[in-house]
């Protein structure tokens, strides 16, 4: 979501005649986008500024997204070398402000519909693929998250603009779309669309080859959505289905509202019906009031369901958020211990089922070349995992047959056939 903001606002910047620098060091302003989802990816938001702040005396820092979205009042009083604040829902009037700088220190939190009514074309750095925000905010409030508080309501992008965002980024040479909200399956709830029907839409745009979408919330899987894995082809055979955890007490507590129970009926629903499909998900371990006996559920759950992959958090409290009332209860030794071994489990798991696939033809989308080698190419397959495969002239940009040679953790090693 943080890089489609960021292309939306280098696009916005440029159209109003500034200019992208390599060097930091050539910079009139600096501009940092920040995420806050944990405290992790807030302490490198500032822990960045904070190394740069030497650089001050030629240059005017704005930080923008979600951190100043979350501590208004807090950031100039703590960070007196910032210029510009800017919420997540105001570039349009961050981008006046800039042309036209005063040299005032301004916050801008006044909402804009760039959104929704100015479409712009995200400047995708890498040509071939985009991530494209379909809705932004959610009001679903996961007692742990932030988003509600620094994204604000569910807002959906009519199914018109997002086509007509895509015709225009195939022009510009994209072939694979990755559609992104906080909960995909919500999608138009606002407006009287369906998620459902905006990937059949989508489907039909000559041009894209590969259609993926992130994330969606096991309390919102409808069998049409399932089907949607058998009948568009273009689609990646890929579910990214947040579990959190594997206790219902926890759960609970989240405001998951599903059981563990519920959760598996729905992998098997999707594994029956969809041959192959490749299930990621995510986890939290260390929330409050997480007993052994509650970690140990989630791990026998993990171990059950085999996911293709796992990205796995230990729990910060976030400002504003219900669950940031509660008592801290894991200490951060316990919260290591517990990321550690759900880890080394999976680790275990994906390796065991890329191990399975080798000797698989598999149909392959040629998505980049690869920076460290030569004549080497990085693909993504059916079901959206990388391949790594060596060619002797350029192939990015198509599907290809490629047999897989060797399954290792995280990628194949392939060859194009
Ligand atoms: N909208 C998505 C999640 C977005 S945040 C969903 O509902 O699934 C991405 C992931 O960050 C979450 O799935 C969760 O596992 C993790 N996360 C969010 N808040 C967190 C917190 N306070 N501490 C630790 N992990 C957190
Ligand atoms: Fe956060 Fe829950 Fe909304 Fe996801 S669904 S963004 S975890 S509140």
């Known amino acids: 979501m943080n890089f489609d903001d960021s292309d939306r606002l280098r696009t916005l910047l440029k159209i109003n005649g500034f200019v992208e620098v390599e060097n930091l060091q050539n910079a009139d302003f600096v501009i940092i986008n920040t995420c806050c989802v944990r405290q992790h990816a807030e302490n490198r938001a500032i822990s960045f500024l904070c190394s740069h702040k030497l650089l001050k005396n030629k240059k005017i820092f704005c930080l923008v997204g979600c951190v100043p979205s979350l501590y208004r009042d807090e950031i100039f009083k703590k960070y007196e070398f910032i210029d510009i604040i800017c919420g997540t829902n105001s570039y349009k009037k961050f981008v006046s402000v800039l042309k036209n700088y005063n040299g005032e220190k301004i916050s801008i939190f006044e909402e804009d519909e760039g959104f929704l009514r100015e479409p712009l074309i995200p400047a995708a750095k890498n040509k071939l693929s985009s991530f494209l925000s379909i809705t932004k905010g959610c009001e679903n409030f996961c007692s742990y998250c932030v988003v509600p508080y620094t994204r604000g309501k569910l807002v959906s992008k009519p199914s018109n603009i997002v086509i007509n965002e895509i015709k225009q980024l195939v022009e510009k040479g994209v072939k694979e779309i990755f559609l992104i909200g906080q909960n995909v399956n919500e999608y138009g709830k606002d407006i009287g669309e369906r998620f459902v029907d905006l990937l059949y839409k989508i489907s039909e745009i000559e041009g894209i080859l590969r259609i993926g979408f992130l994330t969606s919330h096991p309390k919102d899987i409808p069998d049409e959505l399932i089907d949607c894995f058998v009948n568009i082809k273009k689609l990646y055979k890929h579910l990214h289905l947040p579990l959190q955890s594997g206790s219902n007490k926890i759960l609970k507590l989240m405001n998951r509202k599903y059981t563990a ?12 019906k969809v041959n192959n499909i490749s299930i990621t998900s995510d986890i939290i371990v260390g929330f409050p009031y997480e007993e052994k006996k509650d970690f140990l559920e989630t791990y026998n759950l993990v171990k059950k369901i085999e996911f293709d992959d796992l990205f796995v958090f230990k729990y910060s409290p976030r400002p504003q958020t219900k669950a940031s009332e509660f008592l801290d209860t894991v200490s951060e030794e316990e919260k290591r211990e517990r990321h550690f071994h ?47 495969v060596n060619f002797q002239k350029d192939i990015t940009g198509k599907v290809l047959k490629i047999r897989v040679i060797e399954g290792l953790r995280h990628y194949f090693i392939g060859e194009v056939l």
Do not use: A, C, H
């Open 261 to 272: 129970e519920k959760y598996l009926e729905i992998i098997e629903k999707v594994r029956k």
């Open 342 to 388: 759900i880890l080394n489990l999976q680790d275990k798991i994906s390796l065991l089922k890329n191990k399975k696939v080798e000797g698989q033809i598999l149909d392959t989308f040629i998505k980049e070349k690869s920076f460290k080698k030569e004549n080497t190419y990085i693909g993504r397959t059916e079901t959206n995992k990388p391949v790594l």
